[in-house]
């Protein structure tokens, strides 16, 4: 079994920024991508930014040269900053790991999070 546990939510004002954090447990070898989505209410799932264990990067349009996503592969933790945040950016995020090699399990596809609320007030 693979945790994904997400903190750093909250509610801001529009022009603010906040650093979400994502930390992995369960005898973890290695993580092959980690990510960051966001759902906000009545919309589907999206992707935020993602980042692989070599520290390649995908953002979504809508963030790109707001929030930047990072990882520290000792701590199997990653981190989204969030800058400039606007009100659209309001949302529930979540926290996604895939091919997660385990000691023992093995290796894991598609865990998640359960995720932190961002709010942005105008």
């Known amino acids: 079994q693979v945790q994904l546990v997400e903190s750093g939510g909250g509610l801001v004002q529009a022009g603010e920024s906040l650093r979400l954090s994502c930390a992995a447990s369960?005898?973890?070898?290695?993580?092959?991508?980690m990510g960051w989505y966001r759902q906000a209410p009545g919309k589907q799932r999206e992707l935020v930014a993602d980042?692989?264990?070599?520290?390649?990067?995908n953002y979504a349009d809508s963030v790109k040269g707001r929030f930047t996503i990072s990882r520290d592969n000792a701590k199997n933790t990653a981190y989204l900053q969030m800058n400039s945040l606007k009100p659209e950016d309001t949302a529930v995020y979540y926290c996604?790991?895939?091919?997660?090699?385990?000691?023992?399990?093995?290796?894991?596809?598609?865990?998640w999070g359960q995720g932190t609320q961002v709010t942005v007030s105008s």
């Open positions: 980042i692989t264990g070599g520290g390649s990067t």
């Open positions: 369960g005898s973890i070898f290695s993580i092959n991508t």
């Open positions: 996604y790991a895939d091919r997660v090699r385990t000691k023992i399990a093995g290796t894991i596809f598609g865990s």
